[in-house]
C-alpha cells in the first residue's frame, strides 16, 4: 500500500507543479502587459505626470541644476528639460517591461528593480488621483496595475501558492473593484467614458446605461465581499475574470472604428493591455482556488496487479 500512496503522492506533486507553472505564468502576462501599456502610453502620448510637475518647486530645482526657464519650459514639443526628463521615463518602462520575462526565483536585483517599478505605476496612479481633483476611487481602481510587478516577485520569491502571495492578490483585485464599483454606483461622480463605452458597445441609451452601471457596481462590491468566503468566491472570481476582461475591452471595442488611422489601434489598444491585471489576477485566484478533484479520479483508479495487497485480490473460485 505505500508504493500506492507514494505514486498517488507523486502524481499530486507533479500535478501542482505543472500548475504553480500556470500561476507564474498568468502573474508574469499581468505584469507584463501592464508594462507594456505603460511604455505605449509614455512613448506615444504623454504620462500623467503633468499635474505633479508642472509646479513652482520642480522649477526651483532645476534652476538649481542651472536650467534657465526657456530651457525648462522648452520651445516646442518635447524639446523642454521637464518634457526631456519625461520621456527618458519611456525607457525605464520597457526595462520593466523585459524585465518581467526575465526575472526568476534568483533574480533578486530584477525583483527588486520590479519593486522599483511597482513604485513608479504608483506615482503614476496618484498623478491621475491629483488630476481627478483628488477622488479616492481613481487611486483605488489602479490597485491591480500597481500591486501587479509586486505580485508577480512575491509569488517568486515564495511561491504562488504562499499566503503572503495570495495575500496581494486579494488586496490587488479589492481596489481594482471598489474603485470601480464606487464611481458606477455614483458615490463619486460617474465618468462620462463610463456610460460612452457602454452605450457605443451595447448600442443602449443613457437611461439603460445608467441603470446597468448600477447594477455592475453593486455586483462589484459582491465581489469584493464574495471573495473572503469560501462556498461562494469561486463563482465571485469567475464573474470577477469574464468582468475584468470586458471592461477592459470595452475601451477599443467603444473607441475603435474604420474611420480612424490604424483603425485607432494606436489610441485604444493599449487601454486594454495595461488593464489586463483586472482579469488576469482574478484568473490567478480561479485557478488557486478551483475544486481540486485530482485526489479522488486517481484513488479510484485500478491498482495494478504487481502492488495490488493481498486483501484487494479477488479469491479463486472453488
Known sequence: MNEVETEIDVQNTSEQSGTDRVLILILRAAAFLCFAGW????????????ILLW????FEFASEQGVSWDEFIGTGTNDGWLQTWVSRITWLYFAFTIMTVTVRSKSYLQMAALIGGSGLLTVLSYAKYVASQR???????HG?????????????????????TLVVAMVALVMTFAGHGCYAVGWWPTPGNF????????????ETANVMLGVFGILDFIVCIAIFLPYVRRWA??????????????RPVAGMSMSLNYWGADQYIHEAVLRAPHFLIPLYLAILWRRDLSATPTLAKPIPPSIAPADAVPAASA
Open 39 to 50: 511604455t505605449w502610453v509614455h512613448y506615444y502620448w504623454e504620462a500623467p505626470y503633468g
Open 135 to 141: 477622488q479616492l476611487p481613481m487611486f483605488l481602481e
Open 195 to 206: 456610460y460612452g463605452m457602454i452605450s457605443l458597445s451595447l448600442g443602449v441609451q443613457y
Open 55 to 58: 509646479q513652482d518647486a520642480t
Open 144 to 164: 491591480g496595475q500597481m500591486l501587479a510587478p509586486i505580485l508577480l516577485v512575491t509569488a517568486l520569491l515564495f511561491g504562488a501558492r504562499h499566503r503572503a
Open 237 to 250: 472570481i469567475w464573474y470577477a475574470v469574464v468582468w475584468g476582461f470586458l471592461t477592459a475591452l470595452a
